[in-house]
């Protein structure tokens, strides 16, 4: 059963996560996309049961401005979220909790790359941002081929901070530092994050890495893709983890 957890991030401002525990030893942490929360579009209610039945603890929160969370929205960025995110790894490791495996969703993906460090154990990237001003290009382009559904998510709200910060945003150097095994998952039919995107991040990560993937817009609409990135991520997770 989850339990709802507070903690504060470096500006003070209140998060709110929920915390599946098992296990003091390794704990999950799921990080969620750009206008999505700690539900992840109901994918939480999927991975937690699998995830605890391994021995895995696992938890998600809102980012600050997101779902339950104090903060501004239009505010938001990956450099605030990678605060955020370290914030709570600070919150686990005060509740005990020794090792971290990471699941990031699209923007999540961003975050857990630039907030990397050792602690981190293995991570799994589902239909990742890791190539930010090819994205930006995408978006603000007059004849973009982003999909409506997929575009509508950036300019639904003034995101003026997240635009600004993709523009010129590079993580390839982050990326180049990862040690963690790390798994990429792509969607075939993502029109945001685009296959060459994925590819090139996995060139340029040194580590133990896979590249999968599956039918899908970058919503991830099709349940059997995201069991199948279940799978996929289980398999990775009780390899590394």
């Not at 990471?102 to 993906?109: E, L, Q």
Request: charged letters at 25%; a positive charge.
């Amino acid at each position: 059963m989850s339990e709802k957890v507070f903690f504060k991030n470096r500006k003070g401002e209140k998060l709110v996560g929920l915390l599946d525990h098992v296990s003091f030893n390794k704990i999950v942490v799921a990080l969620h996309g750009f206008t999505s929360n700690k539900q992840m579009e109901l994918k939480r209610m999927v991975m937690s049961p699998k995830l605890t039945k391994l021995g895995f603890s696992f938890f998600s929160f809102d980012f600050a401005g997101c779902g339950e969370s104090d903060g501004d929205f239009n505010k938001t960025s990956i450099k605030s979220r990678s605060q955020d995110f370290k914030s709570s790894l600070l919150f686990l490791k005060s509740l005990g909790y020794k090792k971290f495996a990471v699941v990031g969703f699209s923007m999540g993906s961003a975050v857990a790359i630039q907030s990397w460090s050792k602690k981190i154990k293995v991570m799994a990237l589902v239909v990742p941002l890791t190539q930010p001003k090819n994205v930006s290009k995408r978006l603000e382009h007059p004849n973009s081929i982003v999909k409506l559904v997929e575009k509508k998510m950036f300019e639904a709200i003034n995101t003026k901070v997240f635009y600004d910060e993709i523009r010129e945003l590079n993580l390839n150097k982050n990326i180049e530092k990862i040690t963690s095994p790390t798994l990429l998952v792509q969607a075939k039919q993502d029109t945001l994050i685009l296959k060459r995107d994925s590819k090139k991040t996995y060139k340029l990560l040194s580590c133990k890495k896979k590249y999968f993937e599956v039918i899908g817009t970058h919503l991830l609409l099709f349940p059997l893709s995201f069991d199948k990135i279940l799978d996929e991520i289980i398999i990775w997770f009780k390899k590394y983890f």
